[in-house]
């Protein structure tokens, strides 16, 4: 399952529940195939002009001392820094524009998380697909609920101890 971090803006004090954004925490693979194109779809403008620029200086310099390979082995790890903290900046630019995190979420995708986020406890996502009908070995079938929490992992979220 993967967490989902939840983000709604404040409209005169009161928190606007038609824009609650979700941000899925961890890796994002879109953001390291196409790493400028993702940023800016994601209106991430400074950090696009400053990874475009690095990748622009990284093979400039790369190609006028001959390291081409270099270049573009250090062009692949700026993709990847990008596809690790791209969420993390998507949720730090719409903190400053006036959204406030409001939770994590469990969920399986998008969607679960906000069903989940939006009915709390009286939601219970599907189960996934059994692989057989009948299995041969008995096992326990335990109900399947988000967990709504302020934890990712073993360590609270962002700064919360």
């Known amino acids: 399952m993967a967490s989902?971090?939840?983000l709604a803006p404040e409209l005169d004090g009161q928190r606007d529940d038609d824009k609650t954004v979700f941000v899925r925490d961890g890796f994002a693979l879109l953001?390291?195939?196409l790493t400028v194109p993702w940023l800016l779809v994601q209106r991430l403008w400074f950090e696009a002009a400053?990874?475009?620029g690095s990748m622009v200086v990284?093979?400039?310099v790369g190609t006028y001392t001959g390291h081409e390979d270099?270049?573009?082995f250090i062009?692949?790890?700026l993709s990847l820094l990008v596809g690790f903290e791209g969420n993390n900046w998507r949720i730090a630019a719409l903190e400053r524009r006036g959204f406030s995190e409001l939770g994590v979420v469990d969920a399986r995708n998008a969607n679960d998380a906000e069903t989940a986020w939006f009915l709390g406890e009286n939601f219970v996502s599907s189960p996934e697909v059994p692989v057989s009908a009948h299995p041969a070995v008995p096992s326990l079938q335990a109900t399947h609920k988000p967990v709504?929490?302020?934890m990712v992992g073993?360590?609270?979220h962002r700064g919360e101890n």
């Open 58 to 60: 990284i093979s400039g």
């Open 154 to 156: 073993l360590v609270s």
């Open 148 to 150: 709504l929490s302020g």
């Open 75 to 77: 062009t692949v790890l």
């Open 50 to 52: 400053v990874v475009f």
């Open 31 to 33: 953001a390291f195939i």
């Open 70 to 72: 270099m270049a573009g």
């Open 4 to 6: 989902f971090i939840v």
